[in-house]
Protein backbone atom coordinates (compact mmCIF):
# COMPACT_ATOMS: atom_id res chain seq x y z
CA UNK A 1 0.00 0.00 0.00
CA UNK A 2 3.16 2.46 1.06
CA UNK A 3 4.94 3.19 -1.85
CA UNK A 4 8.87 4.75 -1.36
CA UNK A 5 7.87 8.40 -0.67
CA UNK A 6 11.27 9.11 -2.22
CA UNK A 7 11.23 11.67 -5.82
CA UNK A 8 13.23 11.78 -8.46
CA UNK A 9 13.67 14.89 -9.60
CA UNK A 10 11.94 16.12 -12.65
CA UNK A 11 14.84 16.61 -14.80
CA UNK A 12 16.29 13.20 -13.86
CA UNK A 13 12.61 11.62 -14.79
CA UNK A 14 12.68 13.04 -17.65
CA UNK A 15 16.10 12.00 -19.29
CA UNK A 16 14.77 7.83 -18.40
CA UNK A 17 10.98 8.18 -18.75
CA UNK A 18 8.19 9.45 -21.01
CA UNK A 19 5.01 10.55 -19.42
CA UNK A 20 1.20 10.24 -21.11
CA UNK A 21 -1.29 12.42 -19.50
CA UNK A 22 -4.90 12.57 -19.59
CA UNK A 23 -7.54 14.74 -18.54
CA UNK A 24 -11.47 14.40 -17.29
CA UNK A 25 -12.63 17.80 -16.68
CA UNK A 26 -16.04 18.31 -15.12
CA UNK A 27 -18.10 21.64 -16.01
CA UNK A 28 -21.13 22.83 -13.73
CA UNK A 29 -23.41 24.11 -16.91
CA UNK A 30 -24.78 28.21 -16.12
CA UNK A 31 -28.27 26.72 -16.62
CA UNK A 32 -31.06 28.37 -14.82
CA UNK A 33 -32.60 25.61 -13.21
CA UNK A 34 -31.07 21.72 -12.60
CA UNK A 35 -30.62 18.83 -15.17
CA UNK A 36 -33.98 17.07 -14.15
CA UNK A 37 -36.27 19.43 -12.02
CA UNK A 38 -37.63 23.44 -12.24
CA UNK A 39 -34.53 23.60 -9.11
CA UNK A 40 -32.46 26.79 -9.36
CA UNK A 41 -28.96 26.48 -9.59
CA UNK A 42 -27.49 28.56 -7.42
CA UNK A 43 -24.12 28.87 -5.75
CA UNK A 44 -23.66 29.72 -1.97
CA UNK A 45 -27.41 29.66 -0.84
CA UNK A 46 -28.65 28.89 2.57
CA UNK A 47 -28.25 24.75 2.77
CA UNK A 48 -30.35 22.39 1.53
CA UNK A 49 -32.80 25.69 0.00
CA UNK A 50 -33.03 24.64 -3.74
CA UNK A 51 -34.26 21.41 -3.47
CA UNK A 52 -37.16 19.55 -4.31
CA UNK A 53 -38.86 16.23 -4.15
CA UNK A 54 -37.29 15.05 -8.07
CA UNK A 55 -33.59 16.46 -7.03
CA UNK A 56 -33.73 14.76 -3.39
CA UNK A 57 -34.97 11.63 -4.97
CA UNK A 58 -38.01 10.87 -3.21
CA UNK A 59 -40.71 8.10 -4.33
CA UNK A 60 -42.82 8.69 -6.95
CA UNK A 61 -40.49 11.28 -8.62
CA UNK A 62 -39.63 11.47 -12.31
CA UNK A 63 -37.18 13.37 -13.94
CA UNK A 64 -37.24 15.79 -16.82
CA UNK A 65 -34.09 16.18 -18.96
CA UNK A 66 -33.54 19.93 -19.14
CA UNK A 67 -33.51 21.24 -23.02
CA UNK A 68 -30.90 24.20 -22.43
CA UNK A 69 -28.51 22.05 -20.63
CA UNK A 70 -28.47 19.73 -23.94
CA UNK A 71 -28.32 22.19 -25.74
CA UNK A 72 -25.07 23.39 -24.30
CA UNK A 73 -23.39 19.93 -24.12
CA UNK A 74 -24.16 20.08 -28.07
CA UNK A 75 -22.24 23.71 -28.07
CA UNK A 76 -19.51 22.00 -26.55
CA UNK A 77 -18.96 18.81 -28.17
CA UNK A 78 -19.53 21.18 -31.44
CA UNK A 79 -16.83 23.40 -30.51
CA UNK A 80 -14.57 20.68 -29.27
CA UNK A 81 -14.78 18.94 -33.07
CA UNK A 82 -16.44 16.18 -31.90
CA UNK A 83 -19.12 14.25 -33.61
CA UNK A 84 -22.21 14.83 -32.09
CA UNK A 85 -25.03 11.46 -31.92
CA UNK A 86 -28.19 11.33 -33.17
CA UNK A 87 -29.80 8.81 -30.73
CA UNK A 88 -28.37 8.59 -27.42
CA UNK A 89 -29.57 7.78 -24.09
CA UNK A 90 -28.98 8.51 -20.32
CA UNK A 91 -27.46 5.32 -17.78
CA UNK A 92 -27.83 4.71 -14.33
CA UNK A 93 -24.53 4.29 -12.45
CA UNK A 94 -25.51 2.91 -8.64
CA UNK A 95 -23.28 3.54 -5.97
CA UNK A 96 -23.90 4.65 -2.24
CA UNK A 97 -22.41 8.01 -1.15
CA UNK A 98 -24.40 9.87 1.42
CA UNK A 99 -24.31 13.40 -0.90
CA UNK A 100 -26.39 11.48 -3.88
CA UNK A 101 -29.75 11.10 -2.66
CA UNK A 102 -31.04 8.41 -5.52
CA UNK A 103 -27.97 6.49 -4.38
CA UNK A 104 -28.00 6.36 -8.23
CA UNK A 105 -26.96 9.03 -10.48
CA UNK A 106 -27.96 9.43 -13.98
CA UNK A 107 -25.42 10.17 -16.65
CA UNK A 108 -24.27 8.61 -19.78
CA UNK A 109 -22.35 5.30 -20.23
CA UNK A 110 -21.51 3.50 -23.50
CA UNK A 111 -24.10 6.26 -25.35
CA UNK A 112 -21.99 9.76 -24.78
CA UNK A 113 -24.15 12.71 -26.32
CA UNK A 114 -20.65 13.80 -28.29
CA UNK A 115 -17.17 11.62 -29.21
CA UNK A 116 -14.17 11.93 -30.86
CA UNK A 117 -12.64 15.66 -31.41
CA UNK A 118 -9.94 17.86 -30.89
CA UNK A 119 -8.48 20.71 -29.04
CA UNK A 120 -5.56 22.53 -29.98
CA UNK A 121 -3.02 23.91 -27.43
CA UNK A 122 -0.19 26.03 -28.22
CA UNK A 123 2.64 25.77 -25.95
CA UNK A 124 6.37 27.53 -26.23
CA UNK A 125 5.66 27.72 -30.14
CA UNK A 126 4.30 24.40 -30.47
CA UNK A 127 0.79 23.30 -31.03
CA UNK A 128 -0.08 20.23 -29.47
CA UNK A 129 -3.46 18.75 -30.50
CA UNK A 130 -5.23 17.38 -27.53
CA UNK A 131 -7.76 14.08 -29.00
CA UNK A 132 -11.51 14.51 -26.96
CA UNK A 133 -12.65 11.11 -26.45
CA UNK A 134 -16.15 12.16 -25.05
CA UNK A 135 -18.08 15.10 -23.98
CA UNK A 136 -21.11 13.87 -21.89
CA UNK A 137 -23.91 15.20 -19.83
CA UNK A 138 -24.61 13.90 -16.14
CA UNK A 139 -25.88 15.53 -12.85
CA UNK A 140 -23.66 16.66 -10.34
CA UNK A 141 -23.86 15.47 -6.54
CA UNK A 142 -24.19 17.21 -3.11
CA UNK A 143 -22.06 18.33 -0.93
CA UNK A 144 -20.37 16.80 2.33
CA UNK A 145 -18.97 18.81 5.09
CA UNK A 146 -17.33 16.87 7.60
CA UNK A 147 -17.12 18.94 10.93
CA UNK A 148 -14.67 18.87 13.84
CA UNK A 149 -11.73 17.08 11.86
CA UNK A 150 -8.53 19.12 11.56
CA UNK A 151 -8.78 18.35 7.55
CA UNK A 152 -11.85 18.94 6.59
CA UNK A 153 -12.02 14.68 5.37
CA UNK A 154 -14.00 12.50 6.97
CA UNK A 155 -11.59 10.72 9.23
CA UNK A 156 -11.57 11.88 12.16
CA UNK A 157 -14.37 14.76 12.01
CA UNK A 158 -16.96 14.44 14.77
CA UNK A 159 -20.09 14.57 12.09
CA UNK A 160 -21.24 15.52 8.84
CA UNK A 161 -23.97 18.05 7.48
CA UNK A 162 -25.43 17.47 3.96
CA UNK A 163 -26.20 20.16 1.42
CA UNK A 164 -28.46 19.06 -1.71
CA UNK A 165 -28.44 22.02 -3.36
CA UNK A 166 -25.90 21.47 -5.95
CA UNK A 167 -27.30 17.46 -6.25
CA UNK A 168 -29.18 17.94 -9.85
CA UNK A 169 -26.94 20.63 -11.15
CA UNK A 170 -26.20 19.28 -15.04
CA UNK A 171 -22.63 18.64 -15.00
CA UNK A 172 -20.84 18.14 -18.34
CA UNK A 173 -17.18 15.51 -18.67
CA UNK A 174 -14.83 16.08 -20.99
CA UNK A 175 -12.53 13.59 -21.16
CA UNK A 176 -9.38 13.67 -23.48
CA UNK A 177 -7.45 10.56 -25.17
CA UNK A 178 -4.06 9.92 -24.12
CA UNK A 179 -2.16 12.73 -24.93
CA UNK A 180 1.56 11.11 -25.40
CA UNK A 181 4.64 12.56 -27.09
CA UNK A 182 4.45 15.90 -25.15
CA UNK A 183 8.00 14.69 -23.12
CA UNK A 184 9.42 17.20 -20.66
CA UNK A 185 6.28 19.33 -21.37
CA UNK A 186 3.67 17.25 -19.85
CA UNK A 187 3.02 19.57 -16.89
CA UNK A 188 2.48 22.28 -19.15
CA UNK A 189 0.76 20.95 -21.45
CA UNK A 190 -1.88 19.55 -18.76
CA UNK A 191 -2.32 23.45 -17.61
CA UNK A 192 -2.39 25.05 -20.90
CA UNK A 193 -5.47 22.50 -22.42
CA UNK A 194 -7.52 23.33 -19.06
CA UNK A 195 -6.34 26.98 -19.21
CA UNK A 196 -7.46 27.11 -23.25
CA UNK A 197 -10.57 24.77 -22.75
CA UNK A 198 -11.70 27.13 -19.17
CA UNK A 199 -11.53 30.04 -22.21
CA UNK A 200 -13.44 28.28 -24.53
CA UNK A 201 -16.27 27.01 -22.52
CA UNK A 202 -16.38 30.60 -21.29
CA UNK A 203 -16.89 32.15 -25.03
CA UNK A 204 -19.39 29.69 -25.76
CA UNK A 205 -21.33 31.07 -22.33
CA UNK A 206 -21.92 27.48 -21.19
CA UNK A 207 -20.49 27.98 -17.33
CA UNK A 208 -18.82 30.61 -15.23
CA UNK A 209 -15.77 27.85 -14.89
CA UNK A 210 -14.74 29.55 -11.96
CA UNK A 211 -12.43 27.27 -10.57
CA UNK A 212 -12.24 28.19 -7.02
CA UNK A 213 -16.03 27.81 -6.61
CA UNK A 214 -15.67 24.41 -8.12
CA UNK A 215 -17.73 25.10 -11.83
CA UNK A 216 -14.06 23.35 -13.42
CA UNK A 217 -12.93 20.61 -11.67
CA UNK A 218 -10.13 18.02 -12.90
CA UNK A 219 -9.00 14.66 -12.41
CA UNK A 220 -5.84 14.44 -13.84
CA UNK A 221 -4.19 10.87 -15.60
CA UNK A 222 -0.63 10.32 -15.15
CA UNK A 223 1.37 7.70 -16.11
CA UNK A 224 4.96 6.90 -16.79
CA UNK A 225 6.95 4.26 -18.86
CA UNK A 226 10.62 3.85 -19.46
CA UNK A 227 11.84 5.65 -22.61
CA UNK A 228 11.19 3.25 -25.88
CA UNK A 229 9.07 1.08 -24.18
CA UNK A 230 6.18 -0.57 -26.16
CA UNK A 231 3.44 -0.40 -23.63
CA UNK A 232 2.39 2.67 -21.09
CA UNK A 233 2.71 2.54 -17.70
CA UNK A 234 0.12 2.09 -15.02
CA UNK A 235 -1.81 5.14 -14.71
CA UNK A 236 -2.72 7.02 -11.38
CA UNK A 237 -5.93 9.47 -11.48
CA UNK A 238 -5.17 12.93 -9.30
CA UNK A 239 -9.25 13.68 -7.91
CA UNK A 240 -10.52 17.21 -8.05
CA UNK A 241 -7.56 19.61 -8.88
CA UNK A 242 -9.22 23.15 -9.11
CA UNK A 243 -6.75 25.62 -10.14
CA UNK A 244 -4.38 26.17 -13.43
CA UNK A 245 -1.23 25.87 -11.00
CA UNK A 246 -2.26 22.66 -9.55
CA UNK A 247 -3.09 21.22 -12.81
CA UNK A 248 0.58 21.74 -14.15
CA UNK A 249 1.85 20.70 -10.21
CA UNK A 250 -0.09 17.35 -10.09
CA UNK A 251 1.22 16.61 -13.29
CA UNK A 252 4.89 17.29 -12.61
CA UNK A 253 4.74 15.90 -8.44
CA UNK A 254 3.20 12.24 -9.85
CA UNK A 255 5.97 12.41 -12.72
CA UNK A 256 8.63 12.67 -10.10
CA UNK A 257 6.90 10.36 -7.55
CA UNK A 258 5.97 7.61 -10.24
CA UNK A 259 10.28 7.62 -11.69
CA UNK A 260 11.17 6.67 -8.13
CA UNK A 261 8.57 3.81 -7.68
CA UNK A 262 9.98 2.31 -11.12
CA UNK A 263 13.59 2.88 -10.22
CA UNK A 264 13.17 0.97 -7.08
CA UNK A 265 12.10 -2.15 -9.26
CA UNK A 266 8.39 -1.42 -7.43
CA UNK A 267 5.51 -0.84 -10.23
CA UNK A 268 3.24 2.12 -9.81
CA UNK A 269 0.10 0.89 -8.28
CA UNK A 270 -3.21 2.23 -10.33
CA UNK A 271 -5.53 4.29 -7.81
CA UNK A 272 -6.97 7.96 -7.17
CA UNK A 273 -4.84 10.40 -5.47
CA UNK A 274 -5.43 13.65 -3.74
CA UNK A 275 -3.60 16.67 -4.59
CA UNK A 276 -2.19 18.98 -0.78
CA UNK A 277 -2.17 22.43 -1.90
CA UNK A 278 -0.50 23.86 0.68
CA UNK A 279 2.74 21.36 -0.48
CA UNK A 280 1.55 20.39 -3.84
CA UNK A 281 2.14 16.50 -3.40
CA UNK A 282 -0.44 13.81 -3.75
CA UNK A 283 -1.39 10.84 -1.49
CA UNK A 284 -3.09 7.60 -2.25
CA UNK A 285 -6.89 7.69 -2.14
CA UNK A 286 -8.90 4.76 -2.90
CA UNK A 287 -7.31 1.76 -5.03
CA UNK A 288 -8.68 1.16 -8.78
CA UNK A 289 -6.94 -2.74 -8.75
CA UNK A 290 -10.76 -4.11 -8.86
CA UNK A 291 -13.05 -2.52 -11.54
CA UNK A 292 -15.48 -0.87 -9.55
CA UNK A 293 -19.01 -2.28 -10.95
CA UNK A 294 -21.51 0.31 -11.03
CA UNK A 295 -24.10 -1.79 -12.69
CA UNK A 296 -25.41 0.63 -15.56
CA UNK A 297 -28.37 0.09 -17.20
CA UNK A 298 -29.98 2.78 -19.69
CA UNK A 299 -31.68 5.57 -17.64
CA UNK A 300 -35.81 3.75 -17.70
CA UNK A 301 -37.39 6.95 -16.29
CA UNK A 302 -36.04 9.40 -19.10
CA UNK A 303 -36.83 8.87 -22.91
CA UNK A 304 -33.53 8.90 -25.09
CA UNK A 305 -32.01 11.66 -26.84
CA UNK A 306 -32.18 12.07 -30.27
CA UNK A 307 -31.08 16.09 -31.64
CA UNK A 308 -32.88 16.89 -34.87
CA UNK A 309 -30.24 17.83 -37.49
CA UNK A 310 -31.54 21.00 -38.46
CA UNK A 311 -31.19 22.27 -34.76
CA UNK A 312 -27.32 20.72 -34.39
CA UNK A 313 -26.74 22.68 -37.64
CA UNK A 314 -28.39 25.81 -36.20
CA UNK A 315 -26.36 25.40 -32.79
CA UNK A 316 -23.16 25.32 -34.69
CA UNK A 317 -23.89 28.35 -36.86
CA UNK A 318 -24.50 30.28 -33.73
CA UNK A 319 -20.96 29.57 -31.98
CA UNK A 320 -19.18 32.54 -31.22
CA UNK A 321 -15.37 33.55 -32.24
CA UNK A 322 -13.20 31.07 -30.64
CA UNK A 323 -10.39 31.97 -28.29
CA UNK A 324 -7.41 31.22 -30.07
CA UNK A 325 -9.09 32.58 -33.77
CA UNK A 326 -9.35 35.77 -31.30
CA UNK A 327 -6.51 35.67 -30.16
CA UNK A 328 -5.07 35.59 -33.64
CA UNK A 329 -7.01 38.31 -35.02
CA UNK A 330 -5.70 40.21 -32.14
CA UNK A 331 -2.26 40.22 -32.47
CA UNK A 332 -2.91 40.81 -36.46
CA UNK A 333 -4.89 44.19 -35.63
CA UNK A 334 -2.47 45.10 -32.60
CA UNK A 335 0.92 44.11 -34.40
CA UNK A 336 2.59 42.18 -31.94
CA UNK A 337 4.96 39.36 -31.76
CA UNK A 338 3.91 35.58 -30.57
CA UNK A 339 6.48 36.48 -27.85
CA UNK A 340 4.64 39.83 -26.69
CA UNK A 341 1.29 38.07 -27.23
CA UNK A 342 2.14 35.25 -25.33
CA UNK A 343 3.25 38.19 -22.38
CA UNK A 344 0.23 39.29 -22.40
CA UNK A 345 -1.59 36.28 -21.95
CA UNK A 346 0.34 35.08 -19.43
CA UNK A 347 -0.17 38.46 -17.69
CA UNK A 348 -4.06 37.52 -17.75
CA UNK A 349 -4.37 41.15 -19.85
CA UNK A 350 -5.37 39.89 -22.89
CA UNK A 351 -8.90 40.83 -22.32
CA UNK A 352 -8.32 43.65 -20.28
CA UNK A 353 -6.18 45.08 -23.06
CA UNK A 354 -9.35 44.31 -25.36
CA UNK A 355 -11.47 46.06 -23.46
CA UNK A 356 -9.11 49.19 -22.82
CA UNK A 357 -8.97 49.25 -26.76
CA UNK A 358 -12.51 49.13 -27.17
CA UNK A 359 -12.76 52.18 -24.94
CA UNK A 360 -10.69 54.04 -27.02
CA UNK A 361 -6.83 53.63 -26.22
CA UNK A 362 -4.31 52.65 -28.64
CA UNK A 363 -2.79 49.19 -28.14
CA UNK A 364 0.45 50.39 -27.22
CA UNK A 365 -0.84 52.47 -24.61
CA UNK A 366 -3.29 49.73 -22.97
CA UNK A 367 -0.32 47.60 -23.32
CA UNK A 368 1.76 50.34 -21.63
CA UNK A 369 -0.25 50.81 -18.60
CA UNK A 370 -1.61 47.16 -18.26
CA UNK A 371 1.39 45.40 -18.23
CA UNK A 372 3.77 48.10 -16.57
CA UNK A 373 2.18 50.07 -13.82
CA UNK A 374 -1.05 47.70 -13.33
CA UNK A 375 1.11 44.55 -13.10
CA UNK A 376 3.02 45.83 -10.58
CA UNK A 377 0.49 47.01 -8.47
CA UNK A 378 -1.13 43.75 -8.65
CA UNK A 379 2.14 42.13 -8.00
CA UNK A 380 2.55 43.71 -4.93
CA UNK A 381 -0.90 43.22 -3.53
CA UNK A 382 -0.46 39.88 -4.99
CA UNK A 383 -3.82 39.57 -7.04
CA UNK A 384 -4.44 38.84 -10.48
CA UNK A 385 -4.91 41.96 -13.01
CA UNK A 386 -8.64 41.78 -13.41
CA UNK A 387 -8.63 42.13 -9.54
CA UNK A 388 -7.34 45.43 -10.10
CA UNK A 389 -9.72 47.67 -8.86
CA UNK A 390 -9.91 49.70 -12.17
CA UNK A 391 -11.92 49.44 -14.69
CA UNK A 392 -10.79 49.34 -18.38
CA UNK A 393 -12.46 52.28 -19.53
CA UNK A 394 -10.63 54.09 -16.80
CA UNK A 395 -7.40 52.90 -18.32
CA UNK A 396 -8.66 54.36 -21.24
CA UNK A 397 -9.32 58.00 -20.06
CA UNK A 398 -6.32 57.98 -18.34
CA UNK A 399 -4.42 57.27 -21.66
CA UNK A 400 -6.79 59.63 -23.43
CA UNK A 401 -6.17 62.27 -20.83
CA UNK A 402 -2.08 61.68 -21.62
CA UNK A 403 -2.19 62.07 -24.93
CA UNK A 404 -4.47 65.82 -24.87
CA UNK A 405 -1.91 66.34 -22.69
CA UNK A 406 -3.73 67.33 -20.05
CA UNK A 407 -1.80 65.06 -18.06
CA UNK A 408 1.82 63.68 -18.31
CA UNK A 409 3.01 59.72 -17.28
CA UNK A 410 3.81 60.80 -14.15
CA UNK A 411 0.45 62.35 -13.51
CA UNK A 412 -0.95 59.87 -14.92
CA UNK A 413 0.48 57.58 -12.97
CA UNK A 414 -0.59 59.12 -9.88
CA UNK A 415 -3.71 59.34 -11.00
CA UNK A 416 -4.09 55.56 -11.69
CA UNK A 417 -3.00 55.44 -7.38
CA UNK A 418 -5.97 57.55 -6.90
CA UNK A 419 -8.62 55.88 -9.18
CA UNK A 420 -7.23 52.02 -7.52
CA UNK A 421 -7.44 53.98 -3.86
CA UNK A 422 -11.49 54.45 -4.30
CA UNK A 423 -11.21 58.08 -5.06
CA UNK A 424 -13.50 57.91 -7.94
CA UNK A 425 -12.69 58.50 -11.87
CA UNK A 426 -10.07 59.90 -13.49
CA UNK A 427 -11.06 63.08 -14.33
CA UNK A 428 -12.72 63.31 -10.50
CA UNK A 429 -9.12 62.84 -9.22
CA UNK A 430 -7.34 65.42 -11.78
CA UNK A 431 -10.18 67.74 -9.91
CA UNK A 432 -9.65 67.11 -6.91
CA UNK A 433 -6.42 66.93 -6.52
CA UNK A 434 -5.57 69.43 -9.24
CA UNK A 435 -3.34 66.79 -11.11
CA UNK A 436 -3.65 68.79 -14.25
CA UNK A 437 -0.24 69.75 -16.70
CA UNK A 438 0.87 73.24 -16.38
CA UNK A 439 0.54 74.40 -20.22
CA UNK A 440 -1.10 77.61 -19.98
CA UNK A 441 1.57 80.14 -21.03
CA UNK A 442 0.76 82.35 -17.84
CA UNK A 443 1.62 80.43 -15.17
CA UNK A 444 4.29 78.57 -16.91
CA UNK A 445 5.96 81.69 -18.01
CA UNK A 446 6.38 83.00 -14.85
CA UNK A 447 8.05 79.72 -13.83
CA UNK A 448 10.22 80.05 -16.61
CA UNK A 449 11.00 83.38 -16.24
CA UNK A 450 12.19 82.68 -12.44
CA UNK A 451 13.83 79.94 -13.66
CA UNK A 452 16.38 82.03 -16.01
CA UNK A 453 16.34 84.26 -13.01
CA UNK A 454 17.89 82.28 -10.34
CA UNK A 455 20.25 80.75 -12.45
CA UNK A 456 22.12 84.00 -14.51
CA UNK A 457 25.13 81.79 -15.52
CA UNK A 458 22.87 78.91 -17.18
CA UNK A 459 20.80 81.49 -18.57
CA UNK A 460 24.29 82.95 -20.36
CA UNK A 461 25.51 79.36 -21.41
CA UNK A 462 22.22 79.14 -23.52
CA UNK A 463 22.84 82.73 -24.90
CA UNK A 464 26.22 81.44 -26.39
CA UNK A 465 24.47 78.78 -28.04
CA UNK A 466 24.23 76.22 -25.65
CA UNK A 467 21.04 74.82 -26.04
CA UNK A 468 21.88 71.59 -24.13
CA UNK A 469 22.19 73.84 -20.83
CA UNK A 470 18.36 74.10 -21.24
CA UNK A 471 17.55 70.67 -19.49
CA UNK A 472 18.81 72.33 -16.42
CA UNK A 473 16.01 75.30 -16.67
CA UNK A 474 13.56 72.81 -17.48
CA UNK A 475 14.46 70.85 -14.32
CA UNK A 476 14.11 74.07 -12.37
CA UNK A 477 10.68 74.67 -13.79
CA UNK A 478 9.38 71.04 -12.91
CA UNK A 479 10.39 71.18 -9.57
CA UNK A 480 8.55 74.45 -8.96
CA UNK A 481 5.56 73.50 -10.43
CA UNK A 482 5.47 69.75 -8.52
CA UNK A 483 6.14 67.98 -11.77
CA UNK A 484 2.63 69.62 -13.45
CA UNK A 485 4.61 71.56 -16.10
CA UNK A 486 4.64 70.47 -19.77
CA UNK A 487 8.33 70.13 -20.12
CA UNK A 488 8.16 70.64 -24.06
CA UNK A 489 6.83 73.73 -23.86
CA UNK A 490 8.91 75.22 -21.08
CA UNK A 491 11.78 74.15 -22.87
CA UNK A 492 10.03 76.48 -25.88
CA UNK A 493 9.37 79.24 -23.63
CA UNK A 494 12.88 79.17 -22.34
CA UNK A 495 14.64 78.79 -25.91
CA UNK A 496 12.07 81.98 -27.22
CA UNK A 497 13.57 83.80 -24.10
CA UNK A 498 17.05 83.09 -24.65
CA UNK A 499 18.18 82.42 -28.29
ZN1 LIG B 1 -35.12 19.86 -7.62
Known amino acids: MTQAAELVSFDEAMARYE ?25 GAEPNSAVCPVCLGLPGSLPVANRAAIEYTIRIGLALNCSIA ?4 FAR ?80 EVVTKPVAGTGSLAPVVARAYVTELRDLLRALGVSDVRMEEGSLRCDVNTSLAPRGAAQWGTRTETKNVNSLRSVERAVRFEIERQAAVLDSGSRVVQETRHLHEDTGTTTAGRSKEEAQDYRYFPEPDLVPIAPERDWVEQIRASLPEFPAARRARLQAEWGLSDLD ?8 ALDLVAQTVSAGASPAEARKWWLGELARHANEAGVDLSALAVTPAQVARVSELVSAKTLNDK ?37 VDAAIAANPDVAAKIREGKVAAAGALIGEVMKATRGQADAGRARELILERLT
Open 19 to 43: PVIGLETHVELGTATKMFCGCPTVF
Open 341 to 348: MAALANAG
Open 411 to 447: LARQVLEAVLAGEGEPDDVVAARGLAVVNDDGALSAA
Open 93 to 172: KNYFYPDMPKNFQISQYDEPLCTDGWLDVSVEGQVFRVGIERVHLEEDTGKSLHVGGATGRIHGADYSLVDYNRAGIPLV
Open 86 to 89: SWCR
